[in-house]
């Protein structure tokens, strides 16, 4: 039988049916450089699984509604073929009761749709931390190594006061609904903030502007 890969992984292992998650997670993925293998089914996962000629995955996206295998086996399957990868469940619905056993089993879960740019840029945040655990250094606090990116960023983009908050805010998972209740603004106002970024960062919307940022990140790492 063969063995788990223990060795820290690269990239990011995709596994659902879903053709549109998959293709615009793909698409986002790339946009940032970060490297993505997508099984769109558990026979094709079982396969990979099987795969010693590639390195493992840093982390692995696992729907758990594939229509081709039984829920409970799948995250076993995950967990004991790579086990040092992050392993993220993904559901459509997840009650408190199946997202506590998850935990349990080292596997944080999120609800169903979840924004691809969301998901890149927490694959970008764990490659930061594969890549120092590689040098054998201390993970960087946020304090020091990625708030400088982001004042870098901020200082190149010519991001305002107000920009620069809307920004950090959604980087710390806030969505702008959210980020418009503190900062006492409407959502239209929100959504003008992150076109008039875009326009720095040479787009025309929000998905610009992030995309520009995970970029910017990618080429510091």
Not at 46 to 63: E, I, K, M, T
Not at 79 to 105: C, D, N, V
Not at 182 to 211: L, Q
Request: with cysteine.
């Amino acid at each position: 039988m063969t063995e788990p890969k223990q060795s820290i992984g690269e990239g990011v292992l995709l596994i659902t049916a879903d053709g549109l998650v998959g293709q615009s997670l793909l698409d986002s993925m790339a946009a940032a450089t970060i490297d993505v293998e997508w099984a769109k089914s558990a026979e094709e996962l079982r396969a990979r699984a099987a795969r010693d000629d590639l390195h493992a995955p840093g982390l692995v996206f696992l729907d758990l509604e594939l229509p081709d295998a039984d829920t409970q086996d799948l995250v076993p399957l995950a967990r004991k073929r790579f086990p040092l990868a992050m392993t993220i469940a993904l559901a459509a619905e997840m009650s408190g009761e199946r997202a506590a056993q998850l935990l349990s089993q080292g596997v944080p879960s999120l609800t169903k749709p979840v924004s691809s740019l969301a998901l890149t840029g927490l694959a970008l945040r764990l490659s930061l931390a594969n890549k120092q655990a590689r040098a054998s250094l201390p993970p960087a606090p946020r304090t020091t190594h990625l708030e400088s990116i982001f004042a870098s960023y901020s200082l190149d983009r010519v991001l305002s006061k107000q920009q620069r908050m809307i920004l950090r805010m959604y980087l710390d998972g806030m969505s702008d609904k959210e980020i418009a209740l503190i900062c006492h603004c409407s959502e239209a106002t929100v959504y003008e903030h992150w076109r008039r970024m875009a326009k720095k960062a040479g787009g025309s919307h929000k998905g610009d502007v992030i995309s520009d940022f995970h970029r910017f990140l990618g080429s510091d790492c």
